[in-house]
């Protein structure tokens, strides 16, 4: 049973081991398909609403002009920022009647000692052309509902457009945009499409393949040592 129990074990390790390895193959494709979508020409906003529901979308550029839906801002809780924590402010735009509406990010937004109290949140109040990325938020699989509270700006947990689609009843577009300039608004602005890196993804795989490395020496040894315990045992004078 322990033998079964190790053998499981160790190729458990090196299949982790070979699972990160090609995680890290993936991040490097992705990587290139970012590089090579941040050189292409802008997407209009045509272009980005006839793009395939299934297609990822973040790292295309957009150019569009829009008018801030009213004061529909949205701030995004539990982000950080060079070492600081708070919020990520994004504002719904419209860019023609009979299309889905459009999230702009304003920006990162530090949280004061009071969480009660939300930091004040520059907002958009007229028509402005801007020029960004797009971008995506992984869902976390534990927990992807919106959470928003009333009022506005409305604090929201994860960044869920389907709910928040349901919430102001109006359609919006399934990628934010990142701009590079917002008129009157100079916030920064977190840029991280990739979580992990591919380097990572190959220390981690480093790490589980050390594992199942010195749990078959540990095992060698063990073997190793049984061997001799029988061997002498053998070879021990018996007594008459």
Do not use: C
């Amino acid at each position: 049973m322990l033998f079964i129990i190790t053998v499981s074990l160790f190729l458990l390790m090196v299949k982790l081991g070979f699972w990160q390895l090609s995680r890290a193959v993936e991040k490097e494709e992705w990587q290139d398909q970012l590089t090579a979508r941040q050189a292409a020409a802008p997407l209009t906003y045509s272009d980005l609403l006839s793009l395939p529901t299934a297609e990822p979308l973040t790292g295309y550029r957009m150019t569009v002009t829009a008018h801030p839906v009213e004061n529909k801002v949205f701030i995004l809780d539990n982000q950080t920022f060079k070492g600081k924590v708070g919020y990520l402010a994004l504002q719904l735009f419209e860019v023609s009647p009979d299309t889905p509406w459009l999230l702009v990010e304003l920006g990162f937004v530090p949280a004061g000692p009071d969480r009660a109290k939300l930091p004040d949140i520059p907002h958009v109040t007229e028509a402005q052309s801007f020029t960004g990325r797009l971008y995506q938020k992984q869902s976390n699989p534990m927990s992807s509902s919106l959470m928003a509270e009333t009022g506005w700006p409305s604090r929201i947990q994860n960044l869920n457009i389907v709910e928040i689609s349901q919430l102001v009843n109006h359609t919006i577009a399934s990628a934010v945009l990142q701009p590079e300039q917002i008129s009157g608004i100079d916030l920064p602005h977190p840029w991280r499409p990739i979580p992990l890196g591919a380097h990572k993804h190959r220390g981690y795989a480093l790490q589980w393949f050390s594992m199942a490395f010195a749990l078959a020496v540990l095992v060698l040894f063990f073997i190793y040592g049984q061997k001799r315990k029988r061997e002498q045992t053998d070879n021990s004078p018996t007594e008459n």
